[in-house]
Protein backbone atom coordinates (compact mmCIF):
# COMPACT_ATOMS: atom_id res chain seq x y z
CA UNK A 1 0.00 0.00 0.00
CA UNK A 2 1.55 3.55 -0.82
CA UNK A 3 1.86 6.13 1.41
CA UNK A 4 -1.25 8.08 -0.24
CA UNK A 5 -3.50 4.77 0.02
CA UNK A 6 -2.48 4.48 3.56
CA UNK A 7 -3.27 8.30 4.22
CA UNK A 8 -6.69 7.64 1.84
CA UNK A 9 -7.80 4.43 4.18
CA UNK A 10 -6.87 6.41 7.81
CA UNK A 11 -9.33 9.32 6.51
CA UNK A 12 -12.07 7.14 5.64
CA UNK A 13 -11.73 5.52 8.59
CA UNK A 14 -11.99 8.20 10.53
CA UNK A 15 -14.73 9.57 8.66
CA UNK A 16 -16.70 6.25 9.45
CA UNK A 17 -15.40 6.14 13.16
CA UNK A 18 -16.43 9.98 13.84
CA UNK A 19 -20.62 8.89 12.51
CA UNK A 20 -20.53 5.64 14.80
CA UNK A 21 -19.28 8.78 17.83
CA UNK A 22 -21.88 10.70 17.39
CA UNK A 23 -24.72 8.41 17.16
CA UNK A 24 -23.50 6.92 20.13
CA UNK A 25 -23.62 10.02 21.67
CA UNK A 26 -27.19 11.03 20.07
CA UNK A 27 -28.42 8.13 21.94
CA UNK A 28 -27.68 9.46 25.41
CA UNK A 29 -28.74 12.64 24.31
CA UNK A 30 -31.96 11.09 24.17
CA UNK A 31 -31.77 9.74 26.78
CA UNK A 32 -31.39 12.47 28.71
CA UNK A 33 -34.07 14.31 26.88
CA UNK A 34 -36.42 11.86 28.13
CA UNK A 35 -35.56 11.15 31.34
CA UNK A 36 -35.15 15.41 32.55
CA UNK A 37 -36.98 17.26 29.62
CA UNK A 38 -39.65 14.75 29.28
CA UNK A 39 -39.67 14.67 26.28
CA UNK A 40 -41.47 12.20 23.92
CA UNK A 41 -39.76 9.68 21.78
CA UNK A 42 -42.51 10.28 19.43
CA UNK A 43 -41.54 13.94 18.49
CA UNK A 44 -38.35 13.66 18.69
CA UNK A 45 -37.92 11.25 16.10
CA UNK A 46 -40.75 13.17 13.89
CA UNK A 47 -38.74 16.11 13.92
CA UNK A 48 -35.38 14.12 13.44
CA UNK A 49 -36.68 12.55 10.61
CA UNK A 50 -38.48 15.76 8.95
CA UNK A 51 -35.66 18.15 8.94
CA UNK A 52 -32.73 15.30 8.15
CA UNK A 53 -35.15 14.53 5.19
CA UNK A 54 -35.32 17.69 3.83
CA UNK A 55 -31.28 18.84 4.00
CA UNK A 56 -30.75 15.36 2.60
CA UNK A 57 -33.23 15.93 -0.05
CA UNK A 58 -31.85 19.93 -0.87
CA UNK A 59 -28.22 18.14 -0.96
CA UNK A 60 -29.12 15.76 -3.53
CA UNK A 61 -31.09 18.15 -5.90
CA UNK A 62 -27.72 20.58 -4.97
CA UNK A 63 -25.82 17.15 -6.20
CA UNK A 64 -27.84 16.01 -9.18
CA UNK A 65 -30.36 17.94 -10.02
CA UNK A 66 -33.64 17.31 -10.72
CA UNK A 67 -32.32 13.15 -10.79
CA UNK A 68 -33.38 13.74 -7.32
CA UNK A 69 -37.25 12.94 -8.12
CA UNK A 70 -36.63 10.35 -10.59
CA UNK A 71 -38.00 7.49 -8.53
CA UNK A 72 -41.48 8.67 -8.60
CA UNK A 73 -41.28 7.97 -11.99
CA UNK A 74 -41.68 4.38 -11.62
CA UNK A 75 -44.85 3.19 -9.47
CA UNK A 76 -42.99 0.21 -8.54
CA UNK A 77 -40.20 1.86 -7.25
CA UNK A 78 -42.11 4.45 -5.34
CA UNK A 79 -43.97 1.28 -3.63
CA UNK A 80 -40.51 0.07 -2.54
CA UNK A 81 -39.66 3.90 -1.25
CA UNK A 82 -42.85 3.69 0.62
CA UNK A 83 -42.46 0.29 2.23
CA UNK A 84 -38.50 1.27 2.86
CA UNK A 85 -39.66 4.73 4.61
CA UNK A 86 -42.47 3.57 6.77
CA UNK A 87 -41.14 -0.10 7.58
CA UNK A 88 -37.42 0.45 7.11
CA UNK A 89 -36.07 4.51 8.42
CA UNK A 90 -38.96 5.13 10.60
CA UNK A 91 -39.17 1.90 12.44
CA UNK A 92 -35.64 1.67 13.15
CA UNK A 93 -35.77 5.59 14.59
CA UNK A 94 -38.81 4.58 16.16
CA UNK A 95 -38.24 1.88 17.93
CA UNK A 96 -34.60 2.48 18.85
CA UNK A 97 -35.58 5.94 20.64
CA UNK A 98 -38.51 4.09 22.10
CA UNK A 99 -35.86 1.35 23.73
CA UNK A 100 -34.03 3.69 25.24
CA UNK A 101 -37.28 5.80 26.66
CA UNK A 102 -37.55 2.18 28.13
CA UNK A 103 -34.30 1.28 29.28
CA UNK A 104 -31.26 3.45 28.29
CA UNK A 105 -28.98 4.18 25.54
CA UNK A 106 -26.01 1.63 25.54
CA UNK A 107 -28.67 -0.92 26.22
CA UNK A 108 -30.69 -0.15 23.44
CA UNK A 109 -27.90 0.22 21.25
CA UNK A 110 -26.23 -2.85 21.99
CA UNK A 111 -29.67 -5.03 21.39
CA UNK A 112 -29.78 -3.08 18.15
CA UNK A 113 -26.88 -3.96 17.12
CA UNK A 114 -27.92 -8.35 17.00
CA UNK A 115 -29.25 -6.85 13.33
CA UNK A 116 -26.59 -8.78 11.78
CA UNK A 117 -27.18 -12.08 13.34
CA UNK A 118 -31.51 -11.41 11.83
CA UNK A 119 -29.75 -10.96 8.96
CA UNK A 120 -27.62 -13.93 8.68
CA UNK A 121 -30.76 -16.41 9.80
CA UNK A 122 -32.87 -14.82 6.82
CA UNK A 123 -30.32 -15.80 4.25
CA UNK A 124 -30.15 -19.04 5.85
CA UNK A 125 -33.59 -19.44 5.46
CA UNK A 126 -34.58 -17.94 2.09
CA UNK A 127 -31.56 -19.90 0.65
CA UNK A 128 -32.25 -23.23 2.20
CA UNK A 129 -28.57 -23.55 3.53
CA UNK A 130 -27.33 -24.18 7.19
CA UNK A 131 -24.97 -20.59 7.86
CA UNK A 132 -21.04 -21.22 7.90
CA UNK A 133 -19.39 -21.86 10.96
CA UNK A 134 -17.95 -18.31 10.95
CA UNK A 135 -21.90 -17.65 11.35
CA UNK A 136 -22.25 -19.84 13.50
CA UNK A 137 -20.06 -18.86 15.80
CA UNK A 138 -21.57 -15.24 15.80
CA UNK A 139 -25.60 -16.42 16.49
CA UNK A 140 -24.26 -18.53 19.25
CA UNK A 141 -22.31 -15.24 20.53
CA UNK A 142 -25.47 -13.38 20.15
CA UNK A 143 -27.47 -15.25 21.81
CA UNK A 144 -25.21 -15.98 24.65
CA UNK A 145 -24.59 -12.19 24.52
CA UNK A 146 -28.23 -11.26 24.62
CA UNK A 147 -28.65 -13.43 27.67
CA UNK A 148 -26.19 -11.92 29.86
CA UNK A 149 -27.15 -8.56 28.99
CA UNK A 150 -30.77 -8.74 29.69
CA UNK A 151 -30.39 -11.34 32.86
CA UNK A 152 -26.95 -11.08 34.16
CA UNK A 153 -26.35 -14.89 34.07
CA UNK A 154 -29.99 -15.82 35.88
CA UNK A 155 -32.61 -17.11 33.86
CA UNK A 156 -34.95 -16.66 36.68
CA UNK A 157 -34.92 -12.68 36.39
CA UNK A 158 -35.09 -9.88 34.03
CA UNK A 159 -32.35 -6.97 34.65
CA UNK A 160 -34.65 -4.77 32.03
CA UNK A 161 -38.51 -4.74 31.23
CA UNK A 162 -39.97 -6.72 28.94
CA UNK A 163 -41.32 -3.48 27.22
CA UNK A 164 -37.66 -2.55 27.00
CA UNK A 165 -36.40 -6.19 25.46
CA UNK A 166 -39.08 -6.51 23.42
CA UNK A 167 -38.27 -2.31 21.43
CA UNK A 168 -34.88 -3.38 21.43
CA UNK A 169 -35.12 -6.76 19.81
CA UNK A 170 -38.09 -4.80 17.24
CA UNK A 171 -35.22 -2.44 16.66
CA UNK A 172 -32.69 -4.79 15.62
CA UNK A 173 -35.42 -6.05 13.39
CA UNK A 174 -36.19 -3.14 12.07
CA UNK A 175 -32.62 -2.53 11.58
CA UNK A 176 -31.81 -5.38 9.41
CA UNK A 177 -34.78 -5.00 6.92
CA UNK A 178 -33.10 -1.32 6.74
CA UNK A 179 -29.97 -2.73 5.99
CA UNK A 180 -31.36 -5.43 3.16
CA UNK A 181 -34.22 -3.97 1.82
CA UNK A 182 -33.18 -1.01 -0.36
CA UNK A 183 -30.54 -2.50 -2.41
CA UNK A 184 -31.91 -2.41 -5.62
CA UNK A 185 -33.13 1.49 -4.88
CA UNK A 186 -30.13 2.51 -3.96
CA UNK A 187 -27.99 0.78 -7.06
CA UNK A 188 -30.80 2.72 -9.07
CA UNK A 189 -30.65 6.44 -7.76
CA UNK A 190 -28.02 5.99 -4.71
CA UNK A 191 -27.92 6.15 -1.01
CA UNK A 192 -28.66 9.91 -0.91
CA UNK A 193 -31.53 10.09 -2.77
CA UNK A 194 -33.26 6.96 -1.17
CA UNK A 195 -32.25 7.52 2.41
CA UNK A 196 -32.93 11.46 1.93
CA UNK A 197 -36.85 10.88 0.58
CA UNK A 198 -37.04 7.81 3.32
CA UNK A 199 -36.25 10.20 5.89
CA UNK A 200 -38.85 13.10 4.63
CA UNK A 201 -41.86 10.23 4.06
CA UNK A 202 -41.20 8.40 7.27
CA UNK A 203 -41.46 11.72 9.09
CA UNK A 204 -44.89 12.44 7.62
CA UNK A 205 -45.53 9.64 8.33
CA UNK A 206 -44.92 9.84 11.68
CA UNK A 207 -46.09 13.18 12.12
CA UNK A 208 -49.79 11.86 11.17
CA UNK A 209 -49.40 10.05 14.41
CA UNK A 210 -47.35 12.54 16.51
CA UNK A 211 -47.39 16.07 15.18
CA UNK A 212 -44.62 17.79 15.52
CA UNK A 213 -46.41 21.10 16.93
CA UNK A 214 -47.93 18.27 19.64
CA UNK A 215 -44.92 19.55 21.84
CA UNK A 216 -44.94 17.32 25.44
CA UNK A 217 -42.40 18.43 28.04
CA UNK A 218 -40.55 21.47 28.39
CA UNK A 219 -36.94 23.10 26.67
CA UNK A 220 -34.01 25.12 27.48
CA UNK A 221 -31.16 26.25 25.43
CA UNK A 222 -29.64 22.80 26.70
CA UNK A 223 -32.43 21.14 25.37
CA UNK A 224 -32.54 22.86 21.89
CA UNK A 225 -28.92 22.69 21.47
CA UNK A 226 -29.49 18.52 22.11
CA UNK A 227 -31.98 18.42 19.86
CA UNK A 228 -30.16 20.38 17.34
CA UNK A 229 -27.25 18.28 17.47
CA UNK A 230 -29.24 15.41 17.25
CA UNK A 231 -30.80 16.52 14.09
CA UNK A 232 -27.74 18.03 12.11
CA UNK A 233 -24.60 16.23 13.33
CA UNK A 234 -26.12 12.76 14.53
CA UNK A 235 -28.20 12.10 11.76
CA UNK A 236 -27.30 14.65 8.48
CA UNK A 237 -23.79 15.20 9.18
CA UNK A 238 -23.20 11.53 10.05
CA UNK A 239 -24.47 10.28 7.29
CA UNK A 240 -22.59 12.14 4.57
CA UNK A 241 -19.78 11.46 6.28
CA UNK A 242 -20.39 7.69 6.54
CA UNK A 243 -21.16 7.60 2.59
CA UNK A 244 -17.55 9.46 1.76
CA UNK A 245 -15.88 6.69 3.73
CA UNK A 246 -17.70 4.27 2.41
CA UNK A 247 -16.40 5.57 -1.06
CA UNK A 248 -12.76 5.52 0.21
CA UNK A 249 -12.76 1.85 1.99
CA UNK A 250 -15.79 0.63 0.82
CA UNK A 251 -18.72 -0.73 3.36
CA UNK A 252 -17.15 -3.57 4.99
CA UNK A 253 -14.15 -1.25 6.74
CA UNK A 254 -16.60 1.41 7.40
CA UNK A 255 -19.12 -0.71 9.16
CA UNK A 256 -16.56 -1.95 11.25
CA UNK A 257 -15.06 1.49 12.32
CA UNK A 258 -18.52 2.69 12.80
CA UNK A 259 -19.08 -0.40 15.39
CA UNK A 260 -17.70 1.92 17.94
CA UNK A 261 -21.52 3.38 18.29
CA UNK A 262 -22.40 1.21 21.09
CA UNK A 263 -18.83 1.59 22.91
CA UNK A 264 -19.28 5.24 22.53
CA UNK A 265 -23.29 4.94 24.16
CA UNK A 266 -21.81 3.34 27.23
CA UNK A 267 -19.05 5.30 27.38
CA UNK A 268 -20.79 8.98 27.74
CA UNK A 269 -23.68 7.34 29.36
CA UNK A 270 -21.12 6.36 32.06
CA UNK A 271 -19.25 9.81 31.53
CA UNK A 272 -22.30 12.19 31.24
CA UNK A 273 -25.28 10.23 32.97
CA UNK A 274 -23.64 8.30 35.84
CA UNK A 275 -24.83 4.97 34.52
CA UNK A 276 -23.50 1.59 36.19
CA UNK A 277 -22.66 -1.37 34.48
CA UNK A 278 -22.59 -5.04 35.60
CA UNK A 279 -19.57 -6.98 35.16
CA UNK A 280 -22.30 -9.31 32.84
CA UNK A 281 -23.53 -6.17 31.33
CA UNK A 282 -19.79 -5.73 29.61
CA UNK A 283 -19.38 -9.13 28.91
CA UNK A 284 -22.38 -9.46 27.08
CA UNK A 285 -22.16 -6.44 25.19
CA UNK A 286 -18.46 -7.88 24.37
CA UNK A 287 -20.16 -10.84 22.58
CA UNK A 288 -22.49 -8.73 20.73
CA UNK A 289 -20.13 -6.79 19.61
CA UNK A 290 -17.80 -9.77 18.65
CA UNK A 291 -20.56 -10.86 16.17
CA UNK A 292 -20.78 -7.82 14.86
CA UNK A 293 -17.28 -7.81 13.75
CA UNK A 294 -17.33 -11.62 12.81
CA UNK A 295 -20.16 -11.03 10.36
CA UNK A 296 -18.59 -7.83 9.05
CA UNK A 297 -14.74 -8.67 8.36
CA UNK A 298 -13.96 -10.60 5.78
CA UNK A 299 -10.54 -12.29 4.41
Given at each position: ?S????R??????????I????????????????????????????????????????????????????????????????????????????????????????T????Q???P?????????????????????????????????????????????????????????????????????????????V??????????????????W???????????????????????????????????????????????????????????????????????A??????????????
Amino acid sequence: MSNYQQRSFFIGAALAFIPGVLWGLSGVFGQHLFQAYDINAEWLVTVRLLISGILMVCWSFFRIGTDTCKVFRNKSDVTKLLIFAIFGVMAVQLTYFVAIAKSNAPTATILQYLFPVLIVLFSAVRSKKAPSKKEAVAVLLALVGTFLLVTHGNPSTLHITVSALVWGLSSALAMAFYTVYPGKLQQSYTSPVVVGWGMLIGGLALNCYHPFWAFEGYVDLTAVLMIGFIVLFATFLSFYLYLVSVTMIGATYASLFACVEPLASAFFSVIGLNLQFNVMDWIGAAFILTTMLLLSWKK
